[in-house]
């Protein structure tokens, strides 16, 4: 009897341990642009990068396989030489809505500063205390951005500790020689994403994702009109941020405004017509580039 007890906390270890990670993250190492060159490391490479961000816990929870979260990297790769490699990563990230087959999209980026050192069959190694490599800072980056947005969806700045690891990688960073980590180089680049989330002027803009998703899309099922009005009050924190914020360009507050643009329209496209109205008359104001697009909410 004490064996069968061993065997089945042996056999419950293992599976926690085996659906423990965050993530379910579909890695593609995109090669075309370069020829006349060994592809096997490409693929390599690509093996490696997956079992980096899927088989890692990134935080104390427990997973279990279907609360995975759901995120895309592609690394399109311009040049190759040596160990060196060059090129942009386009990340991707989406949360699935309560009671539905709906994914919405959390997370829609691309990030042109993307070069490495890779060794064939080398051990991705990373270090929350130290930058040892800009492939496994690059990745552990995106990796806590990722589970933080999905956090901040679930509760009220649900990510914060997510994003203060980010944060962390950022700043250990700043001596390596590759872009993508000053403050100086860009003004949409790793630097101002995770400081525009954590910055307190902004603070609206995480209020807005909880409201958003957790009280808005995920109660539409059952109660539609009430997830809809809730969305269109949750505008106003957006609002709010464009009439205030300091900056002329507000990198966060763009990607958001980007990744949802498509969805306001579906979610107010049933509006009865005071609501639409209003929400469109915010949408215009708030993203003018877009303006065109919001009309369909009236139509």
């Known amino acids: ?26 890695i593609q190492v995109n090669s075309s642009q370069i020829q006349g060159t060994n592809k096997q490391v490409f693929q390599t490479l690509q093996t490696a ?32 030489s040596g160990d060196e490699f060059v090129g942009s990563i386009q990340v991707q ?5 309560f009671n539905t087959s709906y994914n919405t999209t959390i997370l829609n980026f691309k990030d042109d500063n993307c070069k490495f050192n890779y ?10 205390s130290e930058h040892r490599s800009n492939l496994t800072s690059l990745l552990a ?21 997510n994003f203060q690891k980010a944060e962390q990688i950022v700043n250990y960073a700043q001596n390596a020689p590759e872009k993508g980590w000053k403050a100086f180089e860009s003004r949409k680049n ?15 803009l995480r209020q807005f994702i909880y409201r958003y998703h957790r009280l808005g899309l995920d109660v539409m099922d059952s109660k539609e009109a009430t997830g809809r009005a809730e969305i269109a009050e949750s505008l106003d924190l957006l609002q709010k941020i464009y009439r205030q914020k300091p900056d002329p360009y507000l990198f966060y507050y763009d990607l958001m405004m980007s990744a949802k643009s498509d ?10 017509m005071a609501e639409a ?4 008359k915010i949408l215009v104001e708030i993203d003018p580039t877009r303006a065109e697009k919001y009309k369909k909410i009236k139509e």
């Open 1 to 26: 009897m004490k064996k069968i007890a061993v065997l089945i906390f042996g056999i419950l270890f293992i599976w926690n341990v085996s659906y423990s990670q965050e993530l379910r993250c579909n």
């Open 49 to 80: 990068i997956y079992e980096f961000m899927n088989n890692r816990a990134w935080t104390n929870h427990v997973y279990t396989n279907e609360e995975r979260i759901e995120c895309n990297i592609l690394i399109n790769l311009q040049s190759h």
């Open 93 to 97: 990230s989406r949360r699935p809505i």
């Open 119 to 128: 060794i064939e069959f080398e051990t991705l190694e990373f270090s929350e």
């Open 141 to 161: 980056y995106y990796a806590y951005i990722i589970i933080g947005l999905d956090y901040d969806s679930f509760s009220m700045l649900g990510g914060t500790v």
């Open 190 to 204: 790793r630097y101002w994403l995770v400081e525009n989330i954590l910055n307190d002027r902004y603070k609206g």
């Open 263 to 272: 969805e306001f329209v579906n979610v107010f496209s049933e509006s009865f």
């Open 277 to 280: 109205d209003r929400v469109y």
